[in-house]
């Protein structure tokens, strides 16, 4: 019987699946890579560092030793960052996966409009999502199961850091919008950097996104419970408009 089948928990489990598997076991086997290669080639330079040489020609080799160890940080920072933005992009997937499955008891439309919480000048891809489960499902994630969702503005906010900055958490403002203060305030877009600092890797023009791995996981942490809860709450109201066509009870 078609009551059988929980199309959400499926969703459920494939969203932890390719969470696992595809987000946290690629970015943990192109680390372990990275972290051999750069083995590899300190191990060489190393050896190289023990054999006399002249100063200039020594300074050369720790040179080399300090860009490889930066080159290795600035790599798994990328890769972390990749990580977060392949998150994001497969929790609004499964979002809306959730809700189109739903039109079999629920037809879906479009431009659903929150009733309160929202700024006029338009919604995020996931501030239109708690405006169609808050309407469609009675499902509020605006007010009462707001702590649910407390992660994804961040979440989101860091995505398009570094997806639309190229990873600079300090942008260059528009001329118009440059003051004269002397210092980086002046010049420089700061809000992100204030917003998130624990998102920031060093300062001023150079400051970039970085995304730990204890904030990788606690996104991710937080994207299989928001998932997995949306996916029985959709279920129950699926099985109840069920009995109410049936009238069983």
Do not use: C
């Amino acid at each position: 019987m078609f009551s059988d089948i929980d199309v959400y928990q499926w969703e459920y489990e494939q969203f932890q699946w390719d969470v696992h598997i595809l987000i946290e076991g690629t970015l943990s086997a192109s680390i372990q890579f990275l972290n051999g290669g750069a083995k590899a080639d300190l191990a060489k330079l190393e050896q190289r560092m023990k054999k006399p040489a002249s100063d200039e020609y020594h300074q050369h080799l720790v040179d080399e030793h300090v860009g490889v160890l930066a080159t290795g940080d600035a790599q798994e920072r990328f890769l972390r960052n990749m990580a977060l933005v392949a998150l994001a992009s497969r929790l609004t997937h499964s979002l809306h996966k959730m809700a189109r499955s739903a039109e079999a008891f629920n037809e879906r439309k479009k431009g659903y409009k929150p009733k309160k919480g929202y700024k006029k000048r338009g919604m995020s891809e996931f501030e239109g999502l708690w405006a169609e489960y808050n309407e469609r499902f009675n499902i509020d994630l605006i007010e009462e199961h707001a702590s649910r969702v407390a992660f994804v503005e961040p979440l989101r906010k860091v995505r398009n850091q570094i997806v639309h900055d190229g990873s600079e958490a300090n942008t260059l403002k528009r001329l118009d919008e440059a003051g004269l203060n002397g210092d980086d305030s002046g010049w420089l877009d700061l809000e992100f950097s204030r917003k998130y600092p624990e998102y920031v890797h060093g300062g001023g023009m150079s400051a970039e996104v970085n995304v730990s791995q204890d904030l990788l996981d606690k996104n991710i942490e937080a994207s299989i419970e928001l998932v997995g809860w949306l996916a029985g709450e959709l279920r129950r109201r699926e099985l109840a408009n069920m009995k109410d066509i049936t009238g069983i009870h």
